[in-house]
């Protein structure tokens, strides 16, 4: 059984930390989230919403009910029961259908900043989120970053996940400075409460940290990564059926969406290379090192994807002071014939390839001959295998 107690908001230095006692089998964790000061205001107490959908996933895994102490929001608890859970367990068959105890529901609309928000982590999903509400008024109009330490930066967290966190946001808050507007940032301990991998579990966990924001924002995108007709419900990665999930974790008092869904990355891509804002700032890593002179490793399979996109539509250049270029055209070519010669080929994979045909890119003898050698690794460890299981 897990037990989730009433929050309680109490201050440290300029922040307020918002934190409930989580009980486990009887074992109590505290879990946190700490906030700017500022920002105390719309932070909920009357409802336990946050910290449910922040440890939904650890009940989830380990088969163990959840019981409420304090009021939830009514629409999320029936959101839950009847779509979130059943769709998540049937995606992924090692979760387990728990229950939800809740003492006492709350149908209020709790809402009154009356603004939009979104996350700021200066890739292509959130900058592509951003560039496609520039013309958005009122409650839709992003008024307001967000930038957590929830499982992005390490998937379990810890100091050295804090400190890329740090690093990264100094970043963030430039780039919102220049757009006259301000991050929110939210450090919390929930990584360290969950020890769960992050592919698994990152929209609810960012989620989470929203929800302790409803009385700010009436609407919040959050970026999916993922086109509308990729939707697949994926054991491993979560973000496969985003469109869904985050739907389904609205409240009364915030509405959430999974933005961008419209675009396809390479699309994504496009748009935000139109901005020379990012060419500075674009941060799509996988595999960040304090030490290094550029933002982006530049050999990930995410800074590769990126690299080679920008480099078929001729705007790779622009982007020279985040990405090491001359490592990327060491290597590309190798990647380029990975990425062809796949065995299991991502919709983003495939993305790509269809680009590279549009526009007539010419393989080099280099392609050709990793290709081969790629193919043939292929088919001799397919052979080890069917001897193997002779
Ligand atoms: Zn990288």
Known sequence: MIVINPPEITAQDEFSVISSIIEIDGKEERLWYKFPRKFQQFLVTENLDAFLVGILFFGLKSGKNITLKAPVSARLFYTLRHYLIPALTLANPEFYKIKIIAQKLNYEDLNTGKV?????????DSFATYYDHLKETGPYEINYFTFFNV?????????????????????????????GKEVISVDSNLSEVLKINFQQTHSLRSISCVLHLQKLFKNYYYASAYRFDYFKLNPKDTSDFDLFNVQMLSTESTNFFASAAQYSRVERTLMVAEHPETYQKLDVCTNPSLQSDFINCSY???????????????????????????????????????LLTKNKKSPLDIEVIEFLKLHKYKLSVNIYYYGVISWLNFHKKSLKNQLKNR
């Open 116 to 124: 939009a928000g979104t996350g700021l982590s200066c890739g292509i």
């Open 300 to 338: 990930c399979y995410k800074c590769l994807r990126s690299q080679l996109t920008l480099d078929i539509a001729t705007k790779l250049d622009l982007y020279k002071d985040v990405f090491d270029i001359s490592l990327y055209y060491k290597i590309k070519d190798q990647y380029i014939a990975q």
């Open 151 to 179: 499982g992005s930066h390490l998937d379990f967290g810890g100091e050295k996940a804090r400190k890329i966190y740090q690093n990264r946001l100094k970043s963030v808050n430039e780039f919102a400075l220049n757009e």
